[in-house]
Nanobody
Framework: QVQLVESGGGLVQAGGSLRLSCAAS????????MGWFRQAPGKDREFIGAISGKVGTTYYADFVKGQFIISRDNAKNTVYLQMNSLKPEDTAVYYC?????????????????WGQGTQVTVSS
């Protein structure tokens, strides 16, 4: 079992930045692909990006265009989502997820473990 806890969400003005963290316990994250998703009110959960285990290869959704950056620190068993140039439409609950495989994926159904989410609100 893997327990994931996101932190770092909050209220930020448009144009600002936030860094979300996803801390894991129970198992080492080094063998997991870690993904970030978000869900805005009334919308489906949306894939943001993922990072592979040991090598740290990243894979992003097309809309990201460099706005978000995923990184990981296996020594701390933590994954990060750096969010820059935030816009009101980025307001959502942000989730991290772990997939017990080598390959990144944008499909939520392929992820085995999920955090509880952290709210990000971007004011205009």
């Amino acid at each position: 079992q893997v327990q994931l806890v996101e932190s770092g969400g909050g209220l930020v003005q448009a144009g600002g930045s936030l860094r979300l963290s996803c801390a894991a316990s129970g198992r080492s994250l080094s063998t997991f692909v870690m993904g970030w998703f978000r869900q805005a009110p009334g919308k489906d959960r949306e894939f943001i990006g993922a990072i592979s285990g040991k090598v740290g290869t990243t894979y992003y959704a097309d809309f990201v265009k460099g706005q978000f950056i995923i990184s990981r620190d296996n020594a701390k068993n933590t994954v990060y989502l750096q969010m820059n140039s935030l816009k009101p439409e980025d307001t959502a609950v942000y989730y991290c997820a772990a997939r017990g495989d080598y390959y990144c994926s944008g499909y939520a159904i392929l992820y085995d473990y999920w955090g509880q989410g952290t709210q990000v609100t971007v004011s205009s």
